[in-house]
């Protein structure tokens, strides 16, 4: 296997902003991270991975699944709580990196029509922030989790 970002993620090779929000032996979840020279980025942004290298849904285990259900409906409630969000969008497409990666964004009252789903992150006036934010929810995340959990 050559080079996985997702797995030199969650072995800290890669940057991930804020901490992981959540980790056990069978998931990991952070917010997306800025690339170098990238100002700021959209608030809310959930990278939600399996830790195992597996390509899709197809292949998970049954524990690997329930986990990755549990831990996506748990995020997006503590999205909502936290950020105010309408809408937690969860959507996994595979092509780039085969690590199975469920992507969860914030929906934001107010956003255009022509901003929904795909072209959420490119809204002009959604929440951004840097890595300092990018921590700050995280922590929101992490302790909002707690009580869910």
């Not at 998931?27 to 959930?46: C, N, R």
């Not at 998970?60 to 990755?68: I, K």
């Not at 748990?74 to 969860?90: F, H, P, R």
Request: a negative charge; hydrophobic letters at 40%; charged letters at 20%.
């Amino acid at each position: 296997m050559g080079t996985c970002l997702f797995c030199d993620i969650q072995r800290g090779l890669a940057p991930a902003s804020g901490e992981p929000i959540y980790e056990d032996e069978l998931v990991y979840a952070h917010h997306v991270y800025p690339d170098p020279g990238e100002g700021s980025i959209y608030l809310g942004h959930i990278m939600l991975e399996t830790k195992r290298h597996t390509p899709d849904f197809a292949s998970l285990t049954p524990d690997e699944a329930q986990a990755v259900g549990l831990l996506a409906a748990l995020l997006s409630n503590a999205l909502k709580a936290c950020t105010g969000a309408e809408k937690v969008y969860a959507v996994f497409y595979g092509e780039v990196t085969p690590h199975l990666h469920v992507i969860l964004t914030a929906r934001y009252p107010g956003l255009p029509k022509e901003y929904w789903r795909w072209n959420t992150l490119s809204w002009p006036d959604a929440p951004r922030g840097g890595p300092e934010e990018i921590a700050a929810l995280c922590q929101q995340l992490r302790a909002t989790l707690a009580e869910l959990r």
